[in-house]
Nanobody, 115 residues
Framework: QEQLVESGGGLVQPGGSLRLSCAAS????????MGWYRQAPGKQRELVAG???????YYAKSVKGRFTISRDDAKNTLLLLMNSLKEEDTAVYYC?????????WGQGTQVTVSS
């Protein structure tokens, strides 16, 4: 069964860092492009970072230079290193393929940036 499980969120002060992890079961990584999405209260879910099987990366303008996406296909793991966090980064973060498949949305992991 294909499943994605996110972890690593928490409460952090502005300027702090967090590392999110996404564990994938099944053959999800064989789809190629993986991504991290986020949804803030009252806003639509958005793609913030993506990475191809060839490790080409994409970043939303709002996170470029602060977030780093990486993948370990041998371990079926997707990572997101978030530095210099801002209050506007507060959201529930999800991983999925790109473009997203509705059946793969997991519970996500909450990231709260607040002093």
């Amino acid at each position: 069964q294909e499943q994605l499980v996110e972890s690593g969120g928490g409460l952090v002060q502005p300027g702090g860092s967090l590392r999110l992890s996404c564990a994938a079961s099944g053959s999800i990584f064989s789809f190629g492009v993986m991504g991290w999405y986020r949804q803030a209260p009252g806003k639509q879910r958005e793609l913030v970072a993506g990475i191809s099987s060839g490790t080409n990366t994409y970043y939303a303008k709002s996170v470029k230079g602060r977030f780093t996406i990486s993948r370990d296909d041998a371990k079926n793991t997707l990572l997101l290193l978030m530095n210099s966090l801002k209050e506007e980064d507060t959201a529930v973060y999800y991983c999925n393929i790109v473009p997203a498949r509705s059946s793969l949305w997991g519970q996500g992991t909450q990231v709260t940036v607040s002093s």
